[in-house]
């Protein structure tokens, strides 16, 4: 398989299966997404996300 046809594979899955209501994922920012991986880190998202919430309030 070459990595053209690898990425366009992922890429379908993500649009058909992936995450997209995740409050970091909507009015995305550069800020947003790295503020949510720092958080993330060891972090389940459910626990994450009333944080990050508050945060950016």
Same mark, same amino acid.
């Given at each position: 398989m070459q990595a053209s046809?690898?990425?366009?594979q992922?890429?379908?899955?993500?649009?058909?299966?992936g995450?997209?209501?995740? /409050?970091w994922q909507i009015d995305k920012t550069p800020y947003k997404v790295w503020l949510s991986e720092?958080?993330?880190q060891q972090t389940q998202v459910a626990?994450?996300? /009333?944080y990050f919430e508050r945060f950016m309030a």
């Amino acid at each position: 398989m070459q990595a053209s046809q690898f990425s366009a594979q992922v890429l379908d899955w993500y649009d058909k299966y992936g995450r997209k209501t995740l /409050p970091w994922q909507i009015d995305k920012t550069p800020y947003k997404v790295w503020l949510s991986e720092v958080m993330l880190q060891q972090t389940q998202v459910a626990t994450v996300i /009333p944080y990050f919430e508050r945060f950016m309030a």
